[in-house]
């Protein structure tokens, strides 16, 4: 994946999507030839030079503080997860040795394992920032079950939700609101791919996905990113129907080489989609599955 251009391109899309008005600035009146702000506005809000915000935007990054970067996601009213998203980009354009290291086997420790099993009453997962699922209990794999069926799922029986997503038609089925759940995935593989641009397996996928699916490539396009902590989905189950679930997710391993996240699905108490879950995880006692795939890490 191209830094430069991935710098270039995010803050040009973040800045188009502000207008004088909403940052206190003066419209200066006329029609403007391009959406949004102009260069020189940023500079002036971040309070840098124009010729150096200019130079940000093409790419050039290295050698630029903390406070600069700062100044100017305030001044582009970044959140959170953008904020982190831009510094991610910034530290990628300095030479590391990090940059060629082969990343390490993803690992799911047997305690992990444990935990997973025990959550009889939710459905929980783990994956890594390439949205591989590399361990799922028991009622997680029952919930997942297009997924795992589905041609999109490796040789290994690796599932990755990406590719399930954009790739199988079935997504849709699945998926009720299909363009909510693709706009995360998207913006997910987007933070990944700015913590790790150099991840060939990463790079991979993201080529696979731009090729055969549209769809993804108009949201890749888009340079959204996202911290993915809690909120509400919906899965339209071929065998019980419509489950509406909460979830919450947590990071298990922080580490500038893997970041695993645990993510636990749980329905409301007393609701038809908890009904549905119990059906669910009593189909899943008596159907035992392979609930964990080792994944190898690529350079």
Known sequence: MDNRSDIRDFLATRRARLT??????????????VPGLRREEVAVLAGVSTEWYTRLEKGHAGGVSEDVL??????????????????DLARATKPSRTATQRRTKAQVRPELHWMLDSMTGSAAFVRNGRMDILAINPLGRALCAPMYDSETTGERGQVNIARF???????????????????????????EAGRHPYDKALRELVGELSTVSADFRSRWAAHDVRIHRSGVKSF??????????????MQLSPSENEVLDMTIYTAEPGSDSEDRLRLLASWAATHPQVTHTPVEEAK
């Open 20 to 33: 004088p008005e909403q940052v206190g600035l003066p419209s200066g009146g006329g029609r403007r030839r």
């Open 70 to 87: 700062d100044a100017v996601a305030r001044a582009l009213q970044l959140d959170e997860a953008e904020r982190v998203y831009l510094f």
């Open 165 to 191: 997503q954009f790739l199988d038609p079935r997504a849709h089925d699945y998926y009720p609101d299909w363009d909510g759940a693709a706009n995360i995935t998207a913006a997910l593989l987007r933070s």
């Open 236 to 249: 339209l189950h071929p065998d019980v129907g419509l489950v509406e679930i909460t979830y919450h997710s």
